[in-house]
């Protein structure tokens, strides 16, 4: 049934990924293969959105042209073809982290996940839940912990649940090179905590968080843990029971999948205790006019026709991602996160954030460049075919604390080379010349 | 260097970023009335706050003083600056009508020919016209004038 093309990686995946590896990779997305402004296009900017290689496309094709129905409902074969791959693709997201089928509920994107799991403790609150949910309420007195260097999406949705239930919002603060403040951390988190959120690894600083640590933290304060695993589910083996997490989200479209959807991971005896949040079809077991029951975890959580095709091809994309090995993926990666910092620290004027040269760090880098506002310098490096992401990042009070308004970012994937790195540097070392920046 | 990226960061437009005519702010002219507009770029952080006031002699209504601060991109700080070159002491309703021409011309995707009688050293900005993401950048002060004068009002 399948016509789904073999990606080049499958018969080469040996050994470490090396330039020659990362090109034969690069085949496989057919975007990467196109002049931007005259040049070839040096695609930087996956930490913001990653490219689909072919076999994706193909799968989200194969399925509306030969699956494509209703799941959950219907007795056609279509209907039963359909589930089949939307549930299978389940699976397969759940072995990639190892978690359970019942422990993946699809979203729209991270930022759904986070906002599910932030109103089930404010349903909770509102007295939704019965007593099996008990332990999500929340109110004055109650504390969440999140850190400065949290993208807004794993933000804002704490602070909307401090306003509306009462309880504080605190947070543990960054030191000068960006790495979290475990002394403060350690009197932060205490009886009074009831969420710790924090990211796995960094959009902007590209820092590794330890995990460990705060969850110790965390669970000698009987607090839940929510994990943001957006930079790290796409780039590096991440299994959410060894890390013992409660709730971890990610998307689709960071690890080489389609825009709308997204991924909550949460401890099962959790999500069957959660207040549902967005409520409607499929996720009822009875309704009357006056109120309805609610089926346990996942479909608890998936109201309304789902995200089908994008569940089987962020399936495929994971397929991809397992053949081409993880761990591959993330020493290929950290070896380009290495090249970019020290290049970038030699030129002159241009300051990195987060962690220097030699110190660990996944394969970005958001740099400074003295003189030059980063929207100048993403403008210049375009015209060379450089896509990289300028701005804020979605973490302000991050680059407030840093001192700074907006940077610019490069951020690397499985099909970047060294040569798409060392373009990258030979244009950025070009732009305080040009804007004459002293 | 392609010529567009030589079109849109022109000499006349870096001098401008880093001279800042109309910065920092000012206090208003004794007996006019003034007005204040902070505006904000949400996706680069590029901020203004702008303020004019305005003379009414009977006859008629005109600029008698504009000042900013303000962090950006080059093309905000010196669109900024070459606005408060160009309309000191015009015309309120003259003023008005010079903005739309700017806006108009900053919306035509290089369409439109910058008249430099008009404009000004802002017939230098035509290139920003060609890249759509950056024409909130470019019209930032001069959204923040219109919006000042009717506080002024």
């Known amino acids: 049934m399948s016509v789904v093309s073999t990606p080049a ?7 470490m990924i090396d330039d020659a590896e990362a090109r034969r990779i690069r085949n496989d997305f057919p975007i990467l293969n196109q002049q931007v402004n005259g040049s ?26 030969q699956r494509n129905a ?17 549930e299978n693709a389940r699976e397969t997201v759940a072995g990639f982290i190892n978690a359970g089928m019942d422990e993946v509920v699809w979203t729209s994107n991270a930022t759904e996940a986070i906002n599910l799991v932030a109103y089930a403790f404010s349903n909770a609150s509102a007295g939704r839940g019965g007593d099996a949910a008990s332990r999500f309420v929340l109110g004055p007195g109650d504390e969440l912990v999140v850190t400065e260097m949290e993208h807004h999406a794993n933000l804002i949705p704490w602070q909307e649940l401090a306003f509306r239930t009462g309880a504080t919002l605190r947070y543990i603060p960054v030191d000068d090179a960006g790495a979290l403040r475990l002394d403060e951390a350690e009197q932060i988190i205490g009886p009074r905590t009831k969420v710790v959120a924090f990211t796995h690894a960094s959009n902007v600083l590209g820092t590794i968080n330890p995990v460990g640590t705060l969850v110790r933290l965390a669970r000698e304060a009987g607090a839940a843990v929510v994990l943001d695993a957006c930079q790290s589910v796409p780039h590096m083996a991440v299994d959410v029971k060894a890390l013992d997490v409660d709730f971890a989200a990610f998307s689709g479209h960071k690890m080489l999948g389609p825009t709308g959807i997204g991924v909550l991971y949460g401890k099962a005896e959790l999500l069957n205790a959660m207040p549902p949040f967005l ?24 109201a309304g026709t789902q995200r089908i095709s994008q569940a089987v091809a962020l399936a495929a994309a994971v397929d991809y991602l397992r053949e081409t090995g993880m761990d591959r993926i993330h020493a290929w990666e950290a070896e380009l996160g290495q090249r970019l910092v020290a290049g970038l620290e030699a030129i002159d004027g241009v300051r990195v954030l987060g962690p220097a040269a030699g110190a660990e760090r996944i394969g970005l880098a958001a740099f400074d460049v003295d003189g030059v506002h980063a929207h100048d310098v993403g403008q210049f490096l375009d015209d060379k075919g450089i896509a990289v992401r300028v701005g804020h990042h979605c973490a302000q009070p991050l680059h407030r604390r840093l001192g700074l308004v907006a940077t610019t970012r490069a951020s690397t994937y499985l099909y970047n080379t060294t040569d798409d790195v060392d373009a990258f540097l030979d244009a950025v070392a070009g732009v305080r010349p040009f804007f004459g920046a002293n | 260097m392609s010529a567009e990226l030589q079109q849109l960061y022109q000499q006349i437009i870096l001098e401008h970023a880093k001279k800042r005519n109309g910065s920092p702010l000012a206090d208003p002219p004794q007996g006019d009335k003034s007005g204040e507009s902070h505006m904000l770029n949400p996706t680069c952080g590029d901020e203004i706050t702008l303020r004019a006031a305005v003379h009414d002699d009977g006859a008629g209504i005109t600029l008698s003083a504009i000042s900013w601060d303000g962090q950006g991109c080059s093309i905000s700080m010196a669109s900024a600056s070459v606005l408060s070159d160009l309309v000191q002491g015009m015309d309120r309703e003259e003023l008005l009508k010079v903005v739309d021409t700017f806006r108009e011309l900053m919306r035509s995707r290089g369409s439109i020919e910058a008249d430099e009688e008009i404009l000004g050293d802002a017939a230098a900005l035509s290139g920003v016209s060609r890249y759509p993401a950056r024409v909130k950048c470019a019209m930032l002060a001069w959204v923040a004038l219109e919006e000042a004068l009717l506080a002024a009002n």
């Open chain 1, 279 to 302: 409520t409607g079809g499929s996720m009822i077991t009875t309704v009357t006019m006056e109120k309805a029951d609610y089926l346990p975890s996942p479909q608890r959580f998936e």
């Open chain 1, 9 to 15: 990686t499958l018969k080469h995946a040996a050994g």
């Open chain 1, 70 to 86: 209703a799941v959950h409902r219907g007795a056609h074969m279509l209907a039963v073809s359909a589930t089949d791959a939307f």
């Open chain 1, 40 to 65: 070839p296009l040096v695609y930087l900017d996956s930490g913001a959105t990653s490219q689909n290689p072919l076999c994706v496309l193909e799968a989200e094709q194969e399925f509306y042209e």
